[in-house]
Nanobody, 114 residues
Framework: VQLQASGGGLVQAGGSLILSCAAS????????IGWYRQTPGKQRDFVAT???????FYADAVKDRFTISRDNVKNTVFLQMTDVNFEDTAKYLC?????????WGQGTQVTVSS
């Protein structure tokens, strides 16, 4: 299974950004799909996930600022980021699960500037 993330870049504090990640290559249904983020030297932190039935779960740090959604036909997940702050600077890694396992993409960098 391949995951291709896009949409990262430089954004001003208080601004907005939309990330997307497309999963391909699985012969099975994609179940949970979502995002983690990681900064150099630190562990990977959960950001948000959405189930196939569209139940959404968020880390406390992003709740009420980020919104996750998905397109089940295109096996694509979106992360709408609003009111970003410096702590949101990280590489955002998408993942997807099917009946065989969990898969990771290479991620997309988000940098929040003043």
């Amino acid at each position: 299974v391949q995951l291709q993330a896009s949409g990262g870049g430089l954004v001003q504090a208080g601004g907005s950004l939309i990330l997307s990640c497309a999963a391909s290559g699985s012969p099975f249904e994609i179940n949970d799909i979502g995002w983690y983020r990681q900064t150099p030297g630190k562990q990977r932190d959960f950001v948000a996930t959405i189930t196939r039935s569209r139940s959404e779960f968020y880390a406390d740090a992003v709740k009420d600022r980020f919104t996750i959604s998905r397109d089940n036909v295109k096996n694509t997940v979106f992360l709408q980021m609003t009111d970003v702050n410096f702590e949101d600077t990280a590489k955002y890694l998408c993942y997807a699960t099917d009946s065989r396992g969990k898969y990771w993409g290479q991620g997309t960098q988000v940098t929040v500037s003043s």
